[in-house]
């Protein structure tokens, strides 16, 4: 029986099991309750031994779930009294990138994420979390704003990648990515990144040069999907598994080769199970790493990110 098909029979049961708690009453319930909660704590048990023995190509599959929580998600239970900007104040608003100031913790901070629709029409709208140049310039008017009034910056990443149309091109996607790139690099405050789904290519790393670097643990970040590098080296993209295994595109390899900070936990089945404790797993992390960054005076902060990702991809033979 392939994993999908058990985690679909162990939602199944948990439903059974929710709705015979309801219709069971009196002393019956007193004697059938001890096994429901143990056929309860049986299933917990299975679901996390399925989701120990997840391939790559099973975590790209979670970290794709349209149900996932996305970056305006996460603002509504995390920043308090949020304002969204919008614009690039040179050609339009690009809705794939969502933006503002609020506060987290009483904190005052700037917010920036990749936004993808829950719909068909809302991910037209969006691109389907594919920004155009407009997206990372607006992005960056408000890391530069961030700077100037001395507040720490959030990205949350989630994107297949920068959007590849025609007009993007036209009006300069690469040069938006590296200047993105260049000046995040230098900015003067301090930067928390966090990969929410999705952390493809510079369609990613445009938000990602930051103090801390942290994935969810059934996110990717990578250069290139798992079905384009099938596709480049074998020229059959049904081939994606063996990719994703290859480009160790999941968080414990992130981790283990330097580059992210650390794994924000989520639920076995994904963080679109329980969006609240996801965020309160984020709140936390942000929280200390916010109190971490804060004692470090800003030239010593600028070193410390210039030597964090010059240290990426260093190896030994």
Same mark, same amino acid.
């Given at each position: 029986?392939?994993?999908?098909?058990?985690?679909?029979?162990?939602?199944?049961?948990?439903?059974?099991?929710?709705?015979?708690?309801?219709?069971?009453?009196?002393?019956?319930?007193? =004697?059938?309750?001890?096994?429901?909660?143990?056929?309860?704590?049986?299933?917990?048990?299975?679901?996390? @031994?399925?989701?120990?023995?997840?391939?790559?190509?099973?975590?790209?599959?979670?970290?794709?779930?349209?149900?996932?929580?996305?970056?305006?998600?996460?603002?509504?239970?995390?920043?308090?009294?949020?304002?969204?900007?919008?614009?690039?104040?040179?050609?339009?608003?690009?809705?794939?990138?969502?933006?503002?100031?609020?506060?987290?913790?009483?904190?005052?901070?700037?917010?920036?994420?990749?936004?993808?629709?829950?719909?068909?029409?809302?991910?037209?709208?969006?691109?389907?979390?594919?920004?155009?140049?407009?997206?990372?310039?607006?992005?960056?008017?408000?890391?530069?704003?961030?700077?100037?009034?001395?507040?720490?910056?959030?990205?949350?990443?989630?994107?297949?990648?920068?959007?590849?149309?025609?007009?993007?091109?036209?009006?300069?996607?690469?040069?938006?990515?590296?200047?993105?790139?260049?000046?995040?690099?230098?900015?003067?405050?301090?930067?928390?990144?966090?990969?929410?789904?999705?952390?493809?290519?510079?369609?990613?790393?445009?938000?990602?040069?930051?103090?801390?670097?942290?994935?969810?643990?059934?996110?990717?970040?990578?250069?290139?999907?798992?079905?384009?590098?099938?596709?480049?080296?074998?020229?059959?993209?049904?081939?994606?598994?063996?990719?994703?295994?290859?480009?160790?595109?999941?968080?414990?390899?992130?981790?283990?080769?330097?580059?992210?900070?650390?794994?924000?936990?989520?639920?076995?089945?994904?963080?679109?199970?329980?969006?609240?404790?996801? =965020?309160?797993?984020?709140?936390?992390?942000?929280?200390?790493?916010?109190?971490?960054?804060?004692?470090?005076?800003?030239?010593?902060?600028?070193?410390?990110?210039?030597?964090?990702?010059?240290?990426?991809?260093?190896?030994? @033979?």
């Amino acid at each position: 029986m392939e994993k999908r098909d058990i985690e679909n029979e162990l939602k199944e049961l948990q439903n059974k099991l929710d709705t015979l708690k309801q219709d069971v009453q009196g002393d019956e319930k007193k =004697a059938i309750l001890p096994i429901i909660n143990q056929l309860e704590e049986s299933a917990l048990s299975l679901k996390a @031994e399925l989701y120990r023995k997840i391939t790559p190509i099973e975590r790209v599959q979670l970290a794709r779930n349209p149900n996932r929580p996305t970056t305006l998600d996460y603002i509504k239970y995390l920043i308090k009294d949020f304002v969204q900007f919008h614009g690039d104040r040179r050609f339009m608003d690009d809705e794939a990138i969502v933006g503002g100031v609020g506060f987290f913790e009483k904190i005052p901070v700037t917010v920036i994420g990749h936004q993808k629709g829950r719909d068909v029409k809302d991910n037209i709208k969006r691109h389907f979390g594919m920004p155009h140049p407009e997206g990372y310039r607006k992005a960056l008017r408000l890391m530069q704003q961030a700077e100037k009034f001395h507040r720490p910056i959030i990205n949350f990443i989630d994107t297949p990648g920068a959007y590849p149309g025609l007009g993007a091109e036209e009006r300069g996607q690469g040069e938006a990515i590296a200047t993105n790139l260049y000046e995040m690099s230098t900015l003067r405050t301090p930067i928390i990144s966090i990969v929410t789904g999705e952390g493809g290519s510079g369609g990613a790393l445009a938000l990602g040069v930051a103090d801390r670097v942290f994935m969810l643990a059934n996110t990717i970040y990578s250069v290139i999907s798992p079905e384009g590098c099938a596709s480049i080296l074998w020229r059959d993209s049904s081939k994606s598994g063996e990719a994703a295994e290859a480009l160790k595109i999941d968080a414990n390899n992130c981790l283990m080769m330097g580059a992210i900070d650390d794994i924000i936990e989520e639920p076995h089945g994904g963080a679109n199970e329980d969006h609240l404790k996801v =965020a309160a797993n984020m709140r936390e992390k942000i929280r200390i790493a916010l109190e971490e960054l804060s004692q470090y005076s800003i030239e010593t902060l600028l070193e410390q990110r210039y030597n964090k990702f010059r240290k990426i991809g260093q190896f030994k @033979e």
